[in-house]
Each structure stands twice: as C-alpha cells, then as structure tokens.
C-alpha cells in the first residue's frame, strides 16, 4: 500500500508569489494535517483536515489556507510568499480526527525555497 | 499553550544505550509521542504512551510520567543508523490531532 505522498518534492519561488502544496494520504485515511518544519527545528502546526472541514488551526498568518477534496487528498496555499516561509512542508494523515484516529503518518515532504 | 523541551545535541557510542529526556507543560494532555527524523526525511513514528510507565518495542523504549510532564525514550545496542533526530510530541485535550513537538534532540553515534 502507498503512503502518504506529496507533491512537488522541492520547489523554488520568488518573494511575493503564490504556491500550492499537495498531499494525498494513505488510503481509508479521511484526516490531513500540515506542518511547517523550519530547518533545525521541530514541526509546527498549521492546519487539520476531516472530512472536508477545517478542525483545527495553528499560529499562522491568513496567508496560509488549505482545504480537502471528497477523495480526503488535500492542498495547502500560501500567498504572497516571505523568506520565512522557506522550510519543508508535511503533510500528515490518520483514520480520524481525534485521539482515537490514530497515530499519525508523514508524507516525505515538500523543500519549499523562496528567494 | 503547551512547552516542550529537550536537549538539543546528544553523543553516544556504538553498542551503547542512550536517554533522550523531553520535559512539557500543557493545558491538556492526551498522549505523548515519539519520532525518528533522518535529516531530509520525513519523521517516522516510534512510539506512543498515554498511560503512565513504560512502552518497550524492541532496541526502543519510551516512559512517561504525567504527574511530572516527563517521559524519555530509550535506545539500546545503539547503531550508526539510529544517527538521526528524535523529536517529541504532545497531543492537547480536546484538539483534534494537532501534536505539538519539541525542537528534536540530534543524536550522533560514534563507533
């Protein structure tokens, strides 16, 4: 069975653009987290996925959404792109969206650099 | 909010065992999570405890104390593949799946 994938592996933008960053989760998995990894530093969380509706949110500006499709795969959208948002994004997926959903599995990643 | 600390850097030998510690605050807790991360990689999970005491699945053990906000994971008969970073995660009561996690502590193994 696959994992969790993530498209693209690695991408390049520039200061001000746009960018969206897919994941599609294991499958009969119906939840999707995101999170930020800053290089040297641990994950942080930006949003969580189930059943197409948003369950939770982390510390992050408007500029970053995201949504889930009805086949639970989901994307991440971040606009008017600042160097600090360089770091690798993960994607996350598990059968529920709570304690009892799971343990969480990881998508390799997309290395977002912005210049 | 919730606080996680662990160390950052930690050495230790081929054949050896070796302590990650990793200390939190919360305002709710509903698990306790380890990760493996090789640099580049994805972070792989290892172990989960809820309840207070040890979880031991083979080289790994982790240990959790509530009353403490304590809990450590063990690595015996260390070996250069377990070079990687092993990250922390709490998971909030009543937050959905969100984890929050430490920095990572980096554990090199030297022969």
Known sequence: ?115 | GQNIDQPTEMTATEGAIVQINCTYQTSGFNGLFWYQQHAGEAPTFLSYNVLDGLEEKGRFSSFLSRSKGYSYLLLKELQMKDSASYLCAVRGYNAGNMLTFGGGTRLMVKP
Do not use: M
Request: charged fraction near 15%; charge should be neutral.
């Open chain 1, 1 to 115: 069975d696959a994992g969790v994938t993530q498209s693209p592996t690695h991408l390049i933008k520039t200061r001000g653009q746009h960018v969206t960053l897919r994941c599609s989760p294991i499958s009969g998995h119906k939840s999707v987290s995101w999170y930020q990894q800053v290089l040297g530093q641990g994950p942080q969380f930006i949003f969580q996925y189930y059943e197409k509706e948003e369950r939770g949110r982390g510390n992050f500006p408007d500029r970053f959404s995201a949504r889930q499709f009805p086949n639970y795969s989901s994307e991440l959208n971040v606009n008017a792109l600042l160097l600090g948002d360089s770091a690798l994004y993960l994607c996350a997926s598990s059968f529920g969206p709570d304690a009892q959903g799971g343990e969480q599995y990881f998508g390799p990643g997309t290395r977002l650099t912005v210049t």
